[in-house]
Structure formats: structure tokens, C-alpha cells
Nanobody, 133 residues
Framework: EVQLVESGGGLVQAGGSLRLACAAS????????IAWFRQAPGKEREGVAC????????YYKDSVRGRFTVSSDNAKATVYLQMNSLKPEDTAVYYC??????????????????????????WGQGTLVTVSS
């Protein structure tokens, strides 16, 4: 089991930026994929980005590609989600989650999977991101 703690959410105007952090209890990411999800009120939790996710290392949902960047500081066992050019539709609670790499399909399939969140075992508590127009 990997324990995860997110931080960095807040209120920002459209066009602004935020950086989220996900501190993990695992000493290494060698066998773990970390993904960022978000859930807006009344909507299903959706995958936004992942790191250490198969052959792509990083992968993004189409609607955030080019605006969001996922990265890691392995020494700190922390994964980051840099979010630029934020839009009101990015408003949601953001979660990081972990799963064993070998349990996941290639990211191209993973992000098309219904209920992608069910593929991940360990979750942080979430952090709220609000983008005002």
C-alpha cells in the first residue's frame, strides 16, 4: 500500500497557474504508476495525467495536453502536476493515485478505459482547485 498526500490546490483566475504536489510513502517509483485524477461535482472521476506509466513515461488526457505537466522529484518521492492556462472547466477536486505498473494497460488504452479510477488502488485525500472566470 502506498500512502499519498496531495497539496497545492486553491483559487486562481482563468489563465493562471497552480502546481499540485503528491507526496508518496513509497521509497521508489520503480514498480508504481502515479496518476492524477479530478472529479467535478456531479461528474465521474477522470484521469488527467500519469507518470511512470509504461512506454510513455508521462501521458495526458487530451483536454489538458500542452497545458499540464506531470513531473517527479524521486529523492523526495513526490510527483507534481503543473497546471498552466487554467480554465473554469478545470475546477474540480484533484487526486493522485497509485497502482502497480504491471497491473495497468498501455496509457493509450488506460485513458480510454471506462472507470479508469478503478484500476488504481491507493488514493490521496484530494485537493480542491477552483478556477474563476
Amino acid at each position: 500500500e502506498v500512502q499519498l498526500v496531495e497539496s497545492g490546490g486553491g483559487l486562481v483566475q482563468a489563465g493562471g497557474s497552480l502546481r499540485l504536489a503528491c507526496a508518496a510513502s513509497t521509497p521508489t517509483f520503480d514498480h508504481v504508476t502515479i496518476a492524477w485524477f479530478r472529479q467535478a461535482p456531479g461528474k465521474e472521476r477522470e484521469g488527467v495525467a500519469c507518470i511512470f506509466c509504461g512506454e510513455y513515461n508521462t501521458y495526458y488526457k487530451d483536454s489538458v495536453r500542452g497545458r499540464f505537466t506531470v513531473s517527479s522529484d524521486n529523492a523526495k518521492a513526490t510527483v507534481y502536476l503543473q497546471m498552466n492556462s487554467l480554465k473554469p472547466e478545470d475546477t474540480a477536486v484533484y487526486y493522485c493515485a497509485a497502482a502497480e505498473k504491471i497491473s495497468l494497460p498501455t496509457p493509450r488504452l488506460l485513458f480510454k478505459t471506462s472507470h479508469m479510477a478503478r484500476k488504481f488502488d491507493d488514493w490521496g485525500q484530494g485537493t480542491l482547485v477552483t478556477v474563476s472566470s
